[in-house]
C-alpha cells in the first residue's frame, strides 16, 4: 500500500517562500514520477508539478514557473516542491501524488496515489 504525506505548508504573506515535502512509503519510490496538484475552494483540483523518476525532466503549469521548483531525492523517499514568490492565487491545499509510470506526466488521472494534502495560505 502506498502512503504519502505531505507537509511544510502554512500562511505565509505574498511575495514569501515556501518549502513543501512529501515523503513516501510503500513501493520503490524510485520507479515512479511524481507530482504537485492543488485544489482551492470552488474550483477543480489542478496541475502544478510534475518529475520523472530520476528527476531528469520536469514541468509547470505556466502561472509557476520561475517561482515554483519541483525536486527529489530518491535516497529519502520525498518529493519536494520549493515556492517562491508567492501569490495570492496560490492559496490552496497541495497534494502530492504518485504517477503509474516513471515518465512525466500532468494528467490528474495517470496518478492512482495521493496524499491527505497541506494547506497553503497566501496573505496580502
Known amino acids: 500500500q502506498v502512503q504519502l504525506v505531505e507537509s511544510g505548508g502554512g500562511l505565509v504573506q505574498a511575495g514569501g517562500s515556501l518549502r513543501l515535502s512529501c515523503a513516501a512509503s510503500?513501493?520503490?519510490?524510485?520507479?515512479?514520477?511524481m507530482g504537485w496538484f492543488r485544489q482551492a475552494p470552488g474550483k477543480e483540483r489542478e496541475f502544478v508539478a510534475a518529475i520523472s523518476w530520476s528527476g531528469g525532466s520536469a514541468d509547470y503549469l505556466d502561472s509557476v514557473k520561475g517561482r515554483f521548483t519541483i525536486s527529489r531525492d530518491n535516497a529519502k523517499n520525498t518529493v519536494y516542491l520549493q515556492m517562491n514568490n508567492l501569490k495570492l492565487e496560490d492559496t490552496a491545499v497541495y497534494y502530492c501524488?504518485?504517477?503509474?509510470?516513471?515518465?512525466?506526466?500532468?494528467?490528474?488521472?495517470?496518478?492512482?496515489?495521493w496524499g491527505q494534502g497541506t494547506q497553503v495560505t497566501v496573505s496580502s
Open positions: 510503500g513501493r520503490t519510490f524510485s520507479s515512479y514520477a
Open positions: 501524488a504518485g504517477a503509474h509510470s516513471r515518465l512525466l506526466t500532468t494528467t490528474l488521472r495517470s496518478y492512482p496515489h
